[in-house]
């Protein structure tokens, strides 16, 4: 019902910049949050950064000052800018979505993009 697509991931040099788009489509009645989560190999997905329908942002520390996440309520679209990079920032990024949808129940779920991998050189 609900899909998140994401996008924007590649390869950069140490310092470099990426920006990550997740697009969110079907029925929809409500975001109550959206972000990114990261996956490196060997490692739990953590949390990167997410922003709710209040515009509240939680950042992980590390990146704080390095990355800025927003949004375009219209276009039902978050993004992830992403400066400074460091090789610790390499992983899967996964775009998230906490999800109300258009049921008579108006059920909250958990959705995930598919992934873009972010490769960071030094």
Known sequence: Q?????SGGGLVQAGGSLRLSCAA????FA???MGWYRQAPGKQRELVATITSGGRTN???SVKGRFTISRDDDKNT???QMR???PEDTAVYYCYGHIV???GTLTPYDYWGQGTQVTVSS
């Open 84 to 86: 400074s990079l460091k």
């Open 2 to 6: 609900v899909q998140l697509v994401d």
């Open 101 to 103: 949808v258009r049921t």
């Open 59 to 61: 950042y992980k520390d």
């Open 31 to 33: 975001i109550n949050a």
């Open 25 to 28: 489509s079907g029925s929809i």
């Open 78 to 80: 978050v993004y992830l």
